[in-house]
């Protein structure tokens, strides 16, 4: 046999139902070299020798999931998140998620090209899936604006995150939100903010320490629902100024979204991640009595108190008020949530998600009778895949997509533990929570890296995906709108008559 045929790695997904966004098909999937070469009824590619099936009879062939919002390894809060880019993106994999989009995070006067290569360096050897990188804007200046250019231009960025919280570290002001919205649509990016009002946040936790309250509790309570939604709303309409595209991560609070949910309905593009904790748990567990148990579901912004709030972002998730999941991942275990035992502002802020998000959703989502199957590859792969320009390669089962795949049974059940996951802190914000729902085979890049339990896995075979600017399924209308949209001044004559004024004494 020659050389060639040989290395060729051929996979033929048999007898399952391929669930893509728009449509649900019975059909056979075969994939070569990585990329689906065909999609249909009884496929029998020859030869027969040196292929893998899988039966997927009863089962859903679905796109990976793309996790929007991830943090491996990051250096924050006087730690280093747990999960690395290995441990990450394995437990990914066994969750059904075959790439993920981390950031890079240059300190203030930093180089945001040197955030980019350093988290490359971190990432190339160590992922176990495709990834990318949006990158934050935390200061700004000329060389600032510049670097963005050259990130969009030659490194395959197209997206950066703006903070209005965590003041003194990343925090950037109006005027600087402004500026950094109209360079990402001069350049065809996607700008997202982490919106909340960091003087506020600031205030309130003084006032919380002043008044004895020291613990996990005291993070909810210095930054209540509106201080995240009033940010919401401010950053909306500061990217509605300029004709940007807004993407809101984390949306954490009825509030927020129902501020995103009436800027939609206004017509502004715009649109917000709920990611997997608040779709899946709920802040009350700030006020749990065991301390080390309360520190593990501080982030920010935080989980909000009223229960009923997971429900109500599943809702606005199902019917396209809000567009996509990701899951903040970024985890700490419970030394060093202690950073923080006397004071919360201390506590690293972050919790898990990436492995459980898809389980999470389909239990809650689908499941429940929210979503049917389609809208759930839509909020867990394919809007994500066209808000970041990676439609169709990611995001869809067709002929030319990367062969990112999961054989998903909706039959099956599993209980999420600590005891149990894949990532690297020892606790589970979502422990208990049975789900049904689960991945049984995960396929990335046409090779089986999960099947039944057990991993094929390789740190450094995931590859850094590129992303061109101006991503149609967003940049189409803020195009149009530039054109059309634009004030024209009123042809009048000029005025005639008398100009009268009071000089005023300097
Ligand atoms: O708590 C959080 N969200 N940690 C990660 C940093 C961020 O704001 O996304
Ligand atoms: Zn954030
Ligand atoms: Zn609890
Ligand atoms: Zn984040």
């Known amino acids: 046999m020659p050389h060639q045929a040989l290395a060729r790695q ?36 020859e030869p027969p020798t040196g292929l893998t099936v899988l039966d997927a009879t009863n089962k859903l062939v679905i796109p990976g999931g793309i996790d929007t919002h991830t943090h491996m390894q990051l250096p924050f809060m006087g730690s280093r998140s747990k999960d690395d880019f290995y441990t990450g993106t394995k437990a990914a994999i066994s969750g059904g998620t075959t790439m993920i989009i981390d950031f890079a995070i240059p300190q203030k006067g930093c180089s945001l090209i040197d955030a980019f290569d350093t988290w490359r360096s971190w990432a190339d ?108 709303q401010r950053a909306i309409t500061i990217a509605n100024a300029v004709n940007c595209p807004l993407f809101v991560v984390h949306v954490m609070s009825k509030s927020a979204a129902r501020v995103i949910s009436n800027a939609r309905r206004e017509g502004k593009v715009v649109y917000g991640e709920p990611i997997a904790a608040s779709l899946g748990t ?106 970041f320009n990676l439609y169709p390669k990611k995001g869809r089962i067709a002929v030319g997509s990367d062969a990112d795949i999961v054989i998903w049974d909706p039959k099956a059940t599993r209980t999420i533990s600590a005891k149990t996951h894949h990532q690297a802190n020892n606790f589970n914000i979502f422990e208990g929570m049975v789900c049904h729902g689960v991945p049984v085979v995960t396929v990335s890049r046409g090779k089986v890296v999960y099947e039944g339990g057990a991993f094929n896995v390789t740190a450094g075979e995931g590859k850094y995906v590129s992303r061109p600017p101006f991503p149609p399924y967003v940049y189409k209308r803020v195009r149009q709108r530039e054109q059309v949209c634009q004030p024209i001044p009123v042809k009048r004559a000029p005025y005639t008559g008398a100009v009268s004024g009071t000089p005023v004494a300097p």
């Open 282 to 387: 709920d802040g009350t567990h700030y006020w749990n009595k065991d301390w080390a148990h309360a520190a593990a579901y501080v982030m920010g912004p935080p989980l909000r108190p009223d229960p009923s709030t997971p429900g109500f972002l599943m809702n606005l998730l199902a019917n396209d008020d809000l567009s996509v999941t990701g899951t903040d991942n970024c985890t700490f275990d419970i030394c060093q949530k202690a950073l923080g035992k006397d004071d919360f502002t201390k506590i690293p802020n972050g919790v898990n998600g990436v492995e459980d998000r898809m389980s999470v959703i389909w239990e809650k989502g689908v499941y429940s009778g929210k979503m049917d199957e389609n809208r759930f590859v839509a909020v867990t792969s394919t809007n994500a895949a066209k808000i």
């Open 125 to 232: 050897p160590k992922v176990c899936c495709d990834y990318a990188l949006h990158v934050a804007v935390t200061w700004w200046s000329n060389k600032v604006k510049e670097e963005m250019k050259s990130l969009v231009q030659n490194k395959g960025v197209n997206s950066f995150k703006m903070f209005m919280a965590y003041k003194d570290l990343y925090m950037v002001n109006d005027e600087e939100l402004f500026a950094a919205f109209s360079c990402c649509k001069e350049l065809g990016a996607v700008a997202q903010v982490h919106a909340e009002n960091g003087e506020l946040i600031a205030q309130g936790a003084k006032k919380m320490l002043a008044m004895g309250i020291t613990g996990p509790e005291g993070h909810e309570l210095c930054r209540p629902e509106e201080v995240e939604a009033e940010a919401t």
């Open 10 to 45: 051929r996979l033929l997904i048999k007898g399952g139902k391929v669930v893509n966004d728009d449509l649900s098909v019975v059909a056979d999937v075969y994939v070569e070299d990585g990329v689906v070469q065909q999609v249909g009824l009884n496929l029998n590619p």
